[in-house]
């Protein structure tokens, strides 16, 4: 078992800056990735950024060069950091760690989740 605990969220104006972090505990020797993904009422959670324990990452295309992902395996943390944020920005942000032990034992856990709001 993974536990997930986000924060950072927040209400900031448009073009402003928030960072989010989250931190795993538990078994966290299997993580392989983390990500952030955000939704928004009636909608399907989408991934925002991925990082992998080598640090490979990637993002949605609406965020890159204003978002950047990071993590500090000793820790267990990843951050988001997010820039230049617009108001379809507006979600509930979701931190998550995906376990893989083998093929057939590959396990998704999520954060909370914490609320970012832009206003224009």
């Known amino acids: 078992q993974v536990q997930l605990v986000e924060s950072g969220g927040g209400l900031v104006r448009t073009g402003g800056s928030l960072t989010l972090s989250c931190a795993a505990s538990?078994?966290?020797?299997?993580?392989?990735?983390m990500a952030w993904y955000r939704q928004t009422p009636g909608e399907r959670r989408e991934l925002v950024a991925s990082?992998?324990?080598?640090?490979?990452?990637r993002y949605t295309d609406s965020v890159k060069g204003r978002f950047t992902i990071s993590r500090d395996n000793n820790k267990n943390t990843v951050w988001l950091q997010m820039n230049s944020l617009k108001p379809e920005g507006t979600a509930a942000y979701y931190c998550?760690?995906?376990?893989?032990?083998?093929?057939?034992?590959?396990?998704?856990?999520w954060g909370q989740g914490t609320q970012v709001t832009v206003s224009s």
């Open positions: 998550n760690a995906f376990t893989a032990t083998s093929p057939s034992q590959e396990y998704n856990y």
């Open positions: 538990g078994n966290t020797n299997n993580i392989y990735s």
């Open positions: 990082i992998t324990r080598a640090g490979n990452t």
